[in-house]
């Protein structure tokens, strides 16, 4: 699995958008940008995941560079609640098989009233 | 539709002896994968059961051991616990076929202590 480097820590305020950065330059061509958040004394949260092609959904949106060495989670107006720790994952193509999730030590967004 | 749960919440167990923690996967879900997590560390991944085998490995010793039930519900068994096993134990289930993506949804974790 490719490795991935992200900021130890984040702060924001509240209402405003955060952008969160991950680098995976080692990426290969058929692994996914995967994201996932962890509330305090929670089991993670998937929010999002992309291959080459930036995508939104309900929580987040998710920008992948053209030579896909590096990728930024948006939150678009982020919330109290939004206080968590934010795992980048790269992985191979879900849909082929077993997989396995490798974490990092991911980056602490703490957000502010 | 109850998401993926986890017995006990919490667990103190003293070194040397052995633990069982339980996990029901999410309704609909065929496969259970097991996590460590350390304090201020991400999870690291031990193992993943498929059809009661397991499937893939993470660099765990033999100590950590699995089982997965007919009805999907998996066990993960640590014996001779060592301070070092003292965790959150997070259980995450999937399906393995039928569905677009690999989501795997997490439970709230075993906080487990080894004095």
């Known amino acids: 699995d490719a490795k991935t480097t992200q900021p130890t820590s984040m702060d924001c305020a509240e209402g405003r958008a955060a952008n969160l950065p991950c680098n995976h330059s080692?990426?290969?061509?058929?692994?996914?940008v995967y994201w996932y958040r962890q509330i305090h004394s929670q089991g993670p949260q998937y929010i999002i995941h992309g291959l080459k092609n930036n995508e939104t959904n309900e929580m987040a949106s998710l920008i992948i560079t053209e030579d896909r060495k590096s990728s930024t989670l948006i939150l678009p107006h982020a919330t109290l609640r939004d206080t968590a720790v934010y795992y980048c994952?790269?992985?191979?193509?879900?849909?082929?098989?077993?997989?396995?999730?490798?974490f990092g030590t991911g980056t602490r967004l703490l957000v502010s009233p | 539709d109850a998401g993926v749960t986890q017995s006990p919440t919490h667990l103190i167990k003293t070194r040397g002896q052995q633990v069982t923690l339980r996990c029901s996967p999410k309704?609909?879900?065929?496969?259970v994968s097991w996590y460590q997590q350390a304090l201020g560390q991400g999870p690291q991944f031990i193992f993943q059961y498929y059809e009661e085998e397991e499937r893939q490995r993470g660099n765990f010793p033999d100590r950590f051991s699995g089982h997965q039930f007919p009805n999907y519900s998996s066990e993960l068994n640590v014996n001779a616990l060592l301070l070092g096993d003292s965790a959150l134990y997070l259980c995450?289930?999937?399906?393995?076929?039928?569905?677009?993506?690999?989501?795997?949804?997490f439970g709230p974790g075993t906080r487990l202590t080894v004095l």
């Open positions: 994952i790269v992985r191979v193509d879900p849909n082929t098989g077993f997989q396995k999730l490798v």
């Open positions: 995450a289930s999937s399906l393995v076929v039928g569905t677009r993506f690999d989501e795997q949804f």
């Open positions: 309704s609909g879900h065929d496969t």
């Open positions: 080692t990426i290969s061509g058929n692994e996914y």
